[in-house]
């Protein structure tokens, strides 16, 4: 009887401890998330507070590359691949038919239709304005313009607003052409709003195609 004693007293302390590993640390200790060297705010999630999660911002809305195309994406279309503007833009980064003529999709249902091709598109069409904004990039970029910082991920957001051509014309004009789209936005807002993301990732491609 005692060795059964023994052993079952045993069996339920190696139980117990077992259990205890499965127990829930308290994880608001910890800091999990941290953003960039220019957004040191630190999170600790999961929470058991409710209140926790209202308003805070996860890591891709940081200053990483996936940040700076869904922050283009919610400004140019909500983030919506189907949506047509008044003027005929289209998809989740509001493209025109001739823009995309440029990256070789002629398909525009297809595109509209894709949300694959969309992101693709999105990329190669950086790709290109990179390679045709590379003097523009390596000249100016750090300056002050206009009241803006010059920075590449600005210069490329400005771009698939603008076009390149606005680019380089509010740059060369020391920021005096504030050239504007269909709606009024200019190339200056969206180089001020899209500064400082992170593009080096981009490869500057003379021919770029969406294939």
Sequence with gaps: MIKKGIFYACLVSIVAFISSGFKPLNSEKYDWFHLDAYDMTSYSLPSLKQNDYINR???????????YKEAIAFKESQGKYQKINSIGYMGKYQFGTETLKTIGIYDTLSFLNSPKMQEKAFVTLLSKNKWELKDEIEKYEGDIVGGVRITES????????????????FLKTNGIRKCKDYYGTSVKKYMKDFGGYETSGIIAKKSAKDR
């Design 57 to 67: 911002k996860v890591p891709f809305t940081g200053k990483f590359f996936v940040g």
């Design 154 to 169: 600005g210069i490329l957001a400005a771009a698939h607003l603008g076009g390149v051509g606005s680019v380089k014309r």
